[in-house]
């Protein structure tokens, strides 16, 4: 028998995470983190998939304040998914 590739592993994990980033409650939201969910969650590994998973627990006023830099992301949200959000949101914004 094989084992699992990481891919494999965590591909479930994407899915879930895919659709939290499309079923958040607010069109904003959903755009946003799907959006990003879309462009992005296929290239990051487990711990920055969990780190993402972490940032969706949080609240969309919350998320949408900190990645449109209106207030500062606090420490313990602060990582490299966050900057990739942040940047996406840039991005984004300028298209």
Do not use: K
Not at 51 to 65: K, S, V
């Amino acid at each position: 028998m094989t084992e699992p590739t990481d891919s494999d592993a965590v591909a479930p994990l994407r899915r879930r995470l895919r659709f939290r980033s499309w079923h958040r409650g607010t069109r904003e939201a959903d755009l946003l983190l799907g959006g990003f969910a879309d462009a992005t969650l296929d290239r990051l590994d487990a711990a920055q998939l969990a780190r993402y998973g972490e940032l969706l627990e949080n609240n969309d006023p919350d998320l949408w304040d900190w990645v449109t830099e209106r207030v500062p992301v606090p420490a313990d949200c602060d990582s490299d998914v966050m900057r990739l959000l942040i940047d996406y949101a840039r991005t984004r914004g300028r298209g």
